[in-house]
């Protein structure tokens, strides 16, 4: 059975890459029209899509800060007991947990893979707890 959000997902990721694709294959002078066109000034649109530009970029950058900053904790907590886990291994384990009957992420319409390497990390450690997964396994459940 085909998950109906996640071929919506595909189909948008698609849609934005071959704008994508059409707009790196634009040249510069033939953007500079379109926006003359429109009656803006390009020099504005170009700071405003620099700006933007700057703050996609930063969240990333704080996005990339906070998973190592998880991985960091895990990788101090597994010194503590003795293993280090993967983020890999670990959402791997919670897709093999999500899949048995009865095991769900209560009042939450994501999946595994849909979660940050910190909540994943966090979740495995709770399901490690409840003896969900055995750590021994390689993380299988």
Known sequence: MTDKRSEERKMLVNLADALFDDLFETSDEDILRE????????QEVANR??????????????ERLK????????????KAQGKIVDISTARKALRGAFEKDGLSMAARN??????TDEEVLRKYQDLV????????????V
């Open 35 to 42: 926006v003359a066109d429109t009656g803006a000034n390009s």
């Open 49 to 62: 899509v620099r700006a933007q530009f700057e703050e996609a970029l930063i969240k990333s950058r704080k």
């Open 67 to 78: 998973a190592a900053r998880a991985a960091r904790k895990v990788a101090q907590a597994g």
């Open 110 to 115: 994501e999946t595994e893979s849909e979660l």
């Open 129 to 140: 707890r409840l003896g969900v997964i055995d750590p021994e396994d390689g993380g299988d």
